[in-house]
Nanobody, 114 residues
Framework: QVQLVESGGGLVQPGGSLRLSCATSGIFFAKYTMGWYRQAPGKQRELVATITSGDTTNYSDSVKGRFTISRDNTKKTIYLQMNSLKPEDTAVYYC????????WGQGTQVTVSS
């Protein structure tokens, strides 16, 4: 059974930081391209960042330089370190796994507000 479980979301002030985690099970984690996506109210889901099995990373222009994606193959977990958060980063953040199949987590809410 494939499971992706996000954690680490919450309420943070503008300029603050959060670290999201996505723990996986039921997949050959080391082979998967993993990613973070987000969806704000009334908007389409959008790419935030991805990391391949070879640790190549890709970021959307809106988060480049502020967010860092990483993976730990021994823990089958990915992370998203988010710094210098802005109100426009407010969204539900979803974990994604893609290789032999594609799977999504249930999402974690990130709210950036003073």
């Amino acid at each position: 059974q494939v499971q992706l479980v996000e954690s680490g979301g919450g309420l943070v002030q503008p300029g603050g930081s959060l670290r999201l985690s996505c723990a996986t099970s039921g997949i050959f984690f080391a082979k998967y391209t993993m990613g973070w996506y987000r969806q704000a109210p009334g908007k389409q889901r959008e790419l935030v960042a991805t990391i391949t099995s070879g640790d190549t990373t890709n970021y959307s222009d809106s988060v480049k330089g502020r967010f860092t994606i990483s993976r730990d193959n021994t823990k089958k977990t990915i992370y998203l370190q988010m710094n210098s958060l802005k109100p426009e980063d407010t969204a539900v953040y979803y974990c994604n796994a893609k290789w032999a199949l594609e799977a999504w987590g249930q999402g974690t809410q990130v709210t950036v507000s003073s």
